[in-house]
């Protein structure tokens, strides 16, 4: 996906803030907060990764399934990149 090098400010920042989302509940673990924070820290995070797939996943279809001009040979490759990838963030 080399296309989203050429635009990847917001996606380092948006990886970035996951990062430090990670290091919060590294830190509720180690120094023992209670697991009701622990828990909300992580599903932040989680919800985080969501919306960074969903924002990749947008910037794949647009790039190598539905950008014009593509052929029928490389649309498909573009889906069946994407089935599984989603098949394997189901699991």
């Known amino acids: 996906m080399a296309h989203l090098a050429y635009d990847n400010e917001a996606l380092l920042k948006r990886i970035r803030r996951i990062a430090g989302q990670v290091e919060a509940i590294e830190r509720s673990l180690t120094s023992a907060e209670d697991c ?52 394997r963030y189901a699991k």
């Not at 820290?41 to 950008?67: D, P, T």
């Open 36 to 87: 009701a924070t622990t828990l909300h820290l992580v599903a932040g995070a989680k919800g985080a990764m969501a919306g960074l797939m969903e924002e990749i996943v947008e910037a794949h279809i647009r790039e190598h399934v539905a950008r014009a001009g593509l052929s029928q040979a490389e649309r498909a490759e573009g889906a069946d990149q994407l089935i599984a990838v989603i098949r």
